[in-house]
Nanobody
Framework: VQLVESGGGLVQAGASLRLSCAAS????????MGWYRQAPGKQRELVAN????????NYVDSVKGRFTISRDNAKNTMYLQMNSLKPEDTAVYYC???????????????WGQGTQVTVSS
């Protein structure tokens, strides 16, 4: 099982980016998913998460009203639409997912490799 993020980049303040996280491999089902970020010298923090059906989402206060998390279960993909980006959003963004693996039937927590988001002022 792999999680692969894409969509990061260098943008100016006020711009938008859309991150994607695609799951592949022997996935039986994908339960809760989320986005974390880690800025230089800071601890990794939860940005947003979403339930398996997409009906419930949560956001850290600093991104509420600017970021939107969503998922397309048919594509095993999660998204993070980031609008009105600020320099303080600069970080490596990681996706995470709780995935039931076909071979064992157990749920494991997986992480992507991260994608850099840099917002210039």
């Amino acid at each position: 099982v792999q999680l692969v993020e894409s969509g990061g980049g260098l943008v100016q303040a006020g711009a938008s980016l859309r991150l994607s996280c695609a799951a592949s491999g022997s996935t039986s089902s994908i339960n809760a998913m989320g986005w974390y970020r880690q800025a230089p010298g800071k601890q990794r923090e939860l940005v947003a998460n979403i339930t398996s059906g997409g009906g419930s989402t949560n956001y850290v206060d600093s991104v509420k009203g600017r970021f939107t998390i969503s998922r397309d279960n048919a594509k095993n993909t999660m998204y993070l639409q980031m609008n009105s980006l600020k320099p303080e959003d600069t970080a490596v963004y990681y996706c995470t997912a709780r995935i039931v693996v076909v071979t064992t039937g157990y749920e494991y927590n997986y992480w992507g490799q991260g994608t850099q988001v840099t917002v210039s002022s």
